[in-house]
């Protein structure tokens, strides 16, 4: 049976990340990279395919579990008749190898505790081949692909795993220390786990202290502050989506996809998330990240890009992975790359607009890229297209879509107004007008005062709550109004929103999917908007106790079963915690700070220094192209 997935904790080293289960069990890990091949795979099958169990021997009257304050230094407490042990679980950010450090240790009289090593490498395909070596430590070696296991604990190997049964007393602490490197090099050196774990604490307190997280809900800010930081690829600055992949959006169907790459979509959320709680640094690396990912001929412009900006996400299947919960397919590659999005070249010109208000770049920086993007978005935005939630049916005239390439011009044109910058703005004003007047036209059902989900639809969508978000709309318009409570009549299942219903709208997949979070973040923003402050609190705070007892967030929820769903954690959820926390407790919201692009409403308290991540210096990146999605 596969464990619920807000069962499980993250641990990352800022390149990679795993998750940990409340049972001590490592079920999913991707090394050394977020997209490099599983090494754990159970989370998407069995334990044959790959984990590392970590547990009590005997019954357990209590689990217990924690992050260290402003940290990603996972604690479980497992409490037996005997006595009670803490296994201590995180990686440390890293320049050239990475460590996955697990630490048990005896709080109170004596525990007995057992270990199992599964290591599939292959998305847990393959079967390594263990060595002892002269130091006592266990090599394990499959193609490209190298680990070092080291601990004073007794090992033996049965099953083509590795095990250990151990005792903790009081006071005592048993260190399991699981290294990574390319097999054609030497075993990498072995780290000291007392001076790695204050290294990795000292490193997150001294990075969460930077943030600017006051109010009621500080302590929500600043862990999904710390899970974006987690899951940001410290090299370049890119942000995955999620560490995982195929993760059901319902049990058992098909909605299953790869989210271990980087979307333009979340581009401007994001930025106003990391600069309005002051993160700088991370916002300039994102910002600088998008602007080279996207370099080039604006009609080759993709909707995602790996971490690095790799443009090739080919899509493939796992077949012999049963998947979470049994559902089927396993994704690998995310084929959505090659879809046509009219929204991201909007996105784009928005988080630029943002970035030259929050001071992390000159007025002139990257201009001429966003002229070819304006230029491109003139020629293309009369054109159907797969829309902001990538269906795979086919391609509509998305209202949404529509809104973001008006987005493209307004954007464009008030940079030339207020910065003195080249374009042909008189063009750039009749498209601008031209495209509001069709959405207004087409895009809106007058009968029931509505913005629809595309022309000619009776549908909704959740994405036009950002209609007034993004300037297109003011949030008193009665149009808006209306779409707003035409959301809530429509796509609201018990006090939380869908995206879409997958009933009634033609997706190319199977009907059925959980609520989405991030919408129903996006409908507290909108009742921020239009006044309905009690309601705004009351949704988000719904929201918040969704949160599984870590502070963790999928990307989808189901309202019957009291699950999460969907790839875990999800950038875009805390994404969206943290700005309606925002808009909630500042005056400066960032629902209004993407309208108000005629001023400056995110203040840098420093001019941005270049980026400074953990181990810039060194790329530990996959030892060769076997280790990537193929």
Request: aromatic share 10%; hydrophobic share 40%; with cysteine.
């Amino acid at each position: 049976m596969s464990a619920p997935i807000e069962s499980y904790g993250l641990i990352g080293d800022c390149r990679s990340a795993a998750l940990v289960g409340r049972d001590g069990s490592i079920d999913w890990l991707c090394w050394p990279c977020f997209d490099s091949d599983a090494c754990f795979a159970a989370l998407l099958g069995r334990p044959s395919n790959g984990r590392w169990l970590i547990t009590a021997s005997d019954d357990c009257t209590e689990v217990t579990r924690r992050y260290r304050p402003n940290t990603l230094i996972l604690e479980t407490t497992f409490k037996t008749a005997t006595g009670s042990a803490t296994l201590i679980d995180f990686m440390l950010a890293r320049g050239a190898t990475s460590d996955l450090v697990r630490l048990v240790r005896g709080d109170d009289g004596e525990v007995c505790l057992c270990m199992e090593l599964v290591l599939r490498f292959g998305y847990g395909a393959t079967t390594p081949w263990v060595s002892r070596m002269e130091d006592g430590a266990q090599r394990a070696v499959a193609g490209p692909d190298m680990t070092v296991l080291r601990t004073p604990a007794t090992l033996w190997g049965e099953d083509f795993k590795t095990a250990s049964h151990f005792t903790v007393r009081a006071g005592q602490t048993v260190p399991f220390i699981l290294s990574y490197g390319p097999s054609h090099l030497p075993a990498p050196a072995a780290p000291d786990w007392r001076k790695a774990l204050a290294e990795c604490e000292d490193f997150w307190r001294k990075w969460t202290k930077r943030t600017k997280c006051g109010g009621p809900y500080a302590e929500a800010i600043r862990r999904s502050l710390i899970t974006l930081k987690a899951l940001t690829y410290a090299p370049s600055g890119g942000i995955v989506a999620a560490p995982t992949t195929s993760l059901p959006e319902r049990a058992g169907g098909e909605r299953n996809w790869d989210y271990r790459y980087c979307w333009i979509r979340d581009s401007t959320l994001t930025l106003l998330a990391l600069m309005n709680a002051g993160v700088y640094d991370e916002a300039a690396a994102w910002r600088d990240w998008l602007q080279r990912a996207v370099a080039g001929n604006p009609a080759d412009m993709q909707i995602m890009y790996g971490l690095l900006g790799e443009r090739r996400l080919t899509e493939w299947e796992a077949d012999w992975l049963p998947g979470h919960l049994e559902s089927k397919p396993v994704r690998i590659g995310n084929a959505a790359y090659l879809q046509f999005q009219l929204d991201v070249y909007g996105e784009l010109m928005d988080t630029f607009a943002q970035a030259r208000k929050g001071g992390l770049a000159s007025s002139e920086s990257g201009w001429a890229l966003q002229l070819e993007l304006v230029r491109h978005v003139g020629a293309s935005w009369k054109r159907p297209d797969s829309g902001l939630w990538e269906s795979r049916g086919p391609p509509r005239h998305f209202t949404y879509s529509k809104v973001m390439a008006w987005v493209t011009f307004d954007r464009a044109i008030k940079a030339v107004e207020q910065l003195d910058l080249p374009g042909p703005v008189e063009e750039w004003r009749r498209t601008c007008a031209e495209i509001h007047d069709e959405i207004c036209d087409l895009g809106f059902d007058r009968t029931r005062n509505t913005f629809r989900a595309s022309y000619g639809d009776t549908t909704l969508d959740a994405s036009l709550l950002l209609l007034a978000q993004v300037g297109f709309i003011k949030p008193d318009d009665p149009r808006y109004l209306g779409t707003v409570e035409a959301v809530e009549r429509a796509l609201v299942v018990d006090g939380l929103v869908r995206r879409y219903n997958t009933h009634e709208s033609s997706d190319g997949l199977e009907p059925g999917e959980g609520v989405f979070l991030a919408c129903s973040f996006w409908l507290a923003d909108a009742y921020v908007s239009i006044g309905r402050h009690d309601e705004a609190r009351k949704l988000f705070e719904r929201l918040l106790a969704i949160r599984n007892d870590l502070g963790l967030l999928a990307e989808e929820y189901d309202t019957t079963t009291g699950c999460q769903l969907g790839n875990f954690p999800q950038a875009f959820s805390h994404v969206g915690l943290i700005n309606t926390a925002f808009n909630l407790t500042r005056a400066a919201r960032p629902a209004e700070q993407r309208a108000k692009v005629n001023g400056s409403d995110v203040h840098a308290p420093r001019p941005p220094r270049p980026p400074k991540q953990p181990g810039a210096t060194a790329d530990a990146r996959r030892p060769g192209p076997s280790s990537r999605a193929r």
